[in-house]
């Protein structure tokens, strides 16, 4: 799934958080919902402007994210 098209940033909304294009719900609300143990079928019947597509676009883009963080290791000075 390419999230590309689907979630958008804009500085104007939510502070320029990654959102699911024609709305206000950012990807990171509903990743949470998700980890929180939400199922598909409960965030489509209480968000139902969005789609199955809208919530596997928020989970790819996530993922592609975490691909290109990178980690500095930092030693602890004694």
């Given amino acids: 799934m390419k999230w590309q098209g ?3 940033i804009d500085s104007e909304v939510l502070v320029g958080k990654p959102i699911i294009r024609g709305t ?3 990807v990171e609300f509903i990743v ?3 980890a929180q143990g939400w ?3 409960e965030i489509l019947q209480n ?3 969005l789609t199955r597509e809208d919530i596997l676009a928020c989970l ?3 993922i592609d994210t975490l691909h290109t963080e ?3 290791p930092i ?3 004694s």
Wanted: glycine share 8%.
């Fill in 24 to 26: 206000r719900l950012a």
């Fill in 60 to 62: 790819s883009y996530a």
């Fill in 6 to 8: 689907r979630i958008v």
């Fill in 75 to 77: 030693e602890a000075k």
């Fill in 39 to 41: 199922s598909e079928a």
């Fill in 47 to 49: 968000y139902p402007g």
């Fill in 32 to 34: 949470g919902l998700l």
């Fill in 70 to 72: 990178h980690i500095y």
